[in-house]
């Protein structure tokens, strides 16, 4: 049997390692940090909400329910405009479905002890500064400087997120594609401690939007009575992480524009100065795999910007569809494999890249207007009386497992039925006619 | 006096080294592979046609003429139709300015000599694998897995080429914007030996194009009789480097397409199947620079496909802009150098990527296209009847100091004029009218 390396022990690369551990294969997981569960986990990165296509390789490899566990479900986005309202949106068109907020350390923590309890062996404080394509070596040493040593395998996986040392090697073969690019706009992270008695401040099973157009703040529980919060806000510019440095900035900004962000932390200004700026990548490149030999997956692959929580997902789904087409082969291949992998996953790395740029826009700017909240009515609406010609995009990208690239396809078919409809004269008193129905019908 | 590394030993960084060496500073120059001058130069790249953006650096400093002793001007394309025909085009409305072909490997030599002269220090077979940004070290050891050794230096110019390493680690850097992006093109390097009494065997001072649409073959002449030619085909498809491999394959190929070809190179097949084909990279990135410590010049900075000649001419223009930017400084204070120099050179380096992608059309296209060769003689009617008003965008990219932003921007206005010219009705017979002249009068 191959042995196989997976590079980096961040949630994708562990769940495949396990879902290769599964199929029998020796699997080895490097990392250059130490074990996670030793250390004191510092959160530089957004709550993950998990959906569909992360729970559907999580029930495959039978660790839903576990990982569930650890998790609060979100039902409605609850959207606190500037004037102190409160505005409350079912994610899904039956209302029923949930994305699941996560602490990302903590699902790291419970996925590892998974992993070795199926004999998965992992190397923590193991740098991977290089490998060799062809012979299959990692090279690894304390730091760069040092002298490396080669470890060979047959095969490697670069699971090593959007900063990915064995793209970095493929990046310098003649003919890679390779782009990179930041939003203009930094994130910072907060905590909304329980209360007193341990309990939540704000309703746990919603996902918490304060939507100000140019920035924005988002809350999503934890198990344990707080909330993982996340600033998005410009690097530059008059409201921007340059302009607003001092505590009085801090406490005028906060006063202006989250005044019930205030009262949940009473730190915020401390927060604020203390905690860093952290930046927002969108990655593609192409090809994610060499030969037989090497494969990239999750963000080394295709690294999205936050605003439709599937990065995670993504990555998972990556592992999902490697899993059914290692099982679809007689005999293993690799070569095969990884060239039927990537044929089908690039294309959806791009289309998921697409959307979630998009959907800062939405996020930001038009959660809190009138007229994106009618059209999520009329979408509604219309997919409660049509549940099998309509399903609105952000329930097919979360709940569906419709391929992103059908989403995108599909998405821009509605939005533009939609532009037309809410361009009917009267719409907001007509939206629930018969009239408007007949209408899309006859678009569809 | 500060001390200055140079990485790289390419056309710019010499160029770059001397430059700052007259200023008086300490510079050495670092490359991986050994002195040039000891070796035999096995040129993979096309033959640089040096125009007016590169004489400019080089007469500053006082070079020109030596360099110029190493070149052939070509004052016009010679174009060689399917049918047999030649098409001779001037390069410029004057008919008297030229492009420079120069052997690359020639100059290299002649540079290291010269550099060497002015006292610049050159340490071959260093490679760097790394810098320190903030320190300003350079890395080098034998092989990338050796114990690396830092070398420090007060400043540090990444002249590394396409796939610099000093890059290669800016790019590891938050927020670092980069792109690189491969044509469907490749390129393999053919020779047409003098004859045998060393003659010539095609007008030296022409630039030879054979047009095929989607591939083409290119000729320059070198000093000792012989051209150093391309072929420019695509990777993959009907007609293309994959597809076309086998003795018998190459004949019917040059039968076809290119039968004078196969008349100057009698050893086509053997050169066909033996020399390498060579991939065409565009790369953009953002920031240049890092502090007043690293700056990226030249291909590091900006690579560019070769179908405006501009690549190198590019660099050498950052050197001259570097230049007086330096002289400007009453004191030299590298933070504000870089900082107005990449400002400065940036958007220059994305217009003239631009340019250069285009005018690979143009070049294969077009030049062939009868339309094509009157809307060129139209322009230049026009620009000798009013040059003031009228610099077509080839003389302005290649013999002008305008900025490449600039021809990039009077480049488009000049083309939708021509446009709308070209849609006249009985254009060819009008063309040298006085109507057509006020037509495009008035749209200036």
């Known amino acids: 049997m191959k042995s196989i390396a997976v590079v980096g022990s961040g949630l994708v690369g562990i769940v495949l390692a396990i879902s290769l551990k599964k199929k029998g294969f020796d699997v080895e997981v490097y990392d250059r940090s130490p074990d996670i569960r030793n250390i004191d986990f510092k959160g530089r990165s957004i709550n993950l909400a998990m959906s569909t296509r992360g729970w559907k390789i999580l029930k495959e490899i039978g660790i839903e329910k576990e990982v569930k566990a650890l998790g609060i479900p979100m039902y409605q986005r609850a959207i606190h405009t500037e004037n102190g309202e409160i505005v409350k949106q079912p994610y899904s068109v039956d209302g029923e479905s949930a994305i ?11 996925l590892i002890a998974i992993a070795e309890r199926y004999g998965v062996v992992f190397h923590f ?6 490998v060799d394509l062809d012979k299959g070596y990692l090279y690894t040493a304390a730091t760069e400087k040092d002298e490396w040593k080669g470890i060979a395998h047959d095969v490697i996986f670069g699971a090593d997120g959007a900063y990915s040392r064995v793209r970095g090697r493929m990046q310098r073969q003649s003919r890679f594609e390779y782009q990179q690019s930041y939003l203009h706009l930094g994130y910072k992270e907060f905590i909304i401690e329980a209360d007193d008695l341990g309990k939540y401040k704000l309703l746990p099973n919603y996902f918490h939007i304060w939507p100000r157009k140019d920035f924005m703040f988002i809350a999503l529980a934890n198990t344990d009575g707080s909330f993982t919060c996340t600033l998005f806000m410009p690097y530059e510019g008059e409201v921007s992480f340059s302009a607003i440095q001092t505590a009085e900035q ?3 900004f906060f006063e202006r524009y989250f005044q019930e962000i205030k009262e949940l932390i009473p730190c915020f200004v401390k927060t604020y100065q203390e905690n860093p700026v952290n930046s927002l990548v969108t990655m593609k490149c192409f090809p994610w795999v060499y030969e037989g030999k090497v494969a990239l997956i999750g963000d080394a692959a295709h690294a999205v910007v936050p605003f439709y929580g599937q990065g995670l997902n993504a990555g998972l ?29 690039k294309p959806n790395g791009d289309a998921i890249a697409e959307l979630s740029y998009r959907n800062f826009k939405e996020m930001s700017e038009s959660t809190a207007d009138a007229m994106f909240i009618l059209r999520k009515q009329i979408e509604v609406w219309f997919a409660q009386k049509h549940p099998n010609s309509w399903l609105p995009l952000y329930d097919r990208v979360t709940f569906s497992s419709d391929s992103y690239v059908q989403a995108l396809e599909l998405g821009d078919r509605q939005r533009k039925i939609m532009d037309e ?3 009917t004269e009267n719409i907001e008193s007509l939206w629930d006619s018969s009239f408007i129905e ?7």
Chains 1, 2 share one sequence.
């Open 250 to 252: 801090v406490d005028v």
């Open 317 to 345: 789904e990556d592992v999902y569809v490697l899993n059914k087409i290692i099982e679809e082969q007689k005999e293993i291949n690799w070569d095969t494999i990884f060239e039927i992998y990537q044929t089908e996953r």
């Open 438 to 444: 007949q209408e899309i019908l006859k678009r569809l």
């Open 125 to 130: 404080n193991t740098p991977v500064w290089d």
């Open 100 to 110: 699941w907020a996560i602490s990302r350390g903590k699902l790291n923590k419970e």
């Open 421 to 423: 409809i809410m361009a």
